[in-house]
């Protein structure tokens, strides 16, 4: 048994790049047969037939099938899948906004002046800052400079009037 045995030198470089054209020319082939399947599938305005119609052409004469489909459906496939991935994006996004706004803590005014109190115990804030800080827990309002009290607005209380 004597079969001939080819070492790498036997074959010319211009045979490798001629090989992996061939290769890659036959992958991108079934990239865009799977993807005219996919679009087949994808498209709500086509009947269950027209479907049926365009797998049976695209599999039994894929090379014709594939280039009049390409031809004639061409056009809307990126759009297609444009709104596919637009339609993901939403729905992402409004998954997000659900999660985000169902697991956002609620701190009540009493978890905050335990947090304060404990900060003050430690020593991480002064008595001062402590102060201040309550303030805006039972007021509800935005930051005060220093030196500065909250003021209430109708409706409300200073925090020395909760005291």
Same mark, same amino acid.
């Given at each position: 048994?004597?079969?001939? $045995? ?11 790049f001629? /090989?992996?054209?061939w290769?890659?020319?036959w992958? $991108?082939?079934f ?5 005219i399947?996919?679009?087949? @599938?994808?498209? *709500?305005?086509?009947?269950g037939?027209? &479907?049926a119609?365009? %797998?049976?052409? !695209?599999?039994l004469?894929?090379?014709? =099938?594939?280039?009049v489909? !390409? ?5 809307? $496939? ?7 991935a637009?339609g +993901?994006?939403?729905?992402? *996004?409004?998954?997000?906004?659900? /999660?985000?706004?169902?697991t ?10 335990? &947090? ?9 804030? #002064?008595?001062?800052? @402590?102060?201040?800080?309550?303030? %805006?827990?039972?007021? *509800?309002?935005?930051p005060? =400079?220093?030196?500065?009290?909250? /003021?209430? #607005?109708?409706?409300? #209380? #200073? =925090?020395?009037?909760? +005291?």
């Amino acid at each position: 048994m004597s079969a001939p $045995m080819y070492l790498a030198y036997d074959y010319p470089l211009l045979n490798v790049f001629w /090989t992996m054209l061939w290769f890659f020319l036959w992958i $991108m082939w079934f990239i865009l047969l799977f993807r005219i399947v996919v679009d087949v @599938f994808r498209d *709500d305005a086509m009947s269950g037939w027209a &479907k049926a119609g365009w %797998l049976v052409f !695209v599999l039994l004469l894929p090379f014709l =099938g594939v280039f009049v489909y !390409v031809i004639a459906r061409g056009k809307n $496939m990126g759009r297609r899948e444009a709104a596919q991935a637009r339609g +993901q994006q939403q729905a992402f *996004d409004d998954y997000i906004r659900r /999660t985000a706004q169902s697991t956002e803590p609620r701190h009540s005014s009493a978890d905050e002046l335990a &947090k304060l109190s404990e900060m003050r115990t430690r020593g991480d804030i #002064t008595d001062d800052e @402590f102060r201040r800080a309550k303030d %805006l827990v039972l007021t *509800d309002y935005g930051p005060v =400079g220093p030196g500065q009290r909250p /003021t209430a #607005t109708a409706g409300s #209380t #200073t =925090g020395a009037a909760r +005291q």
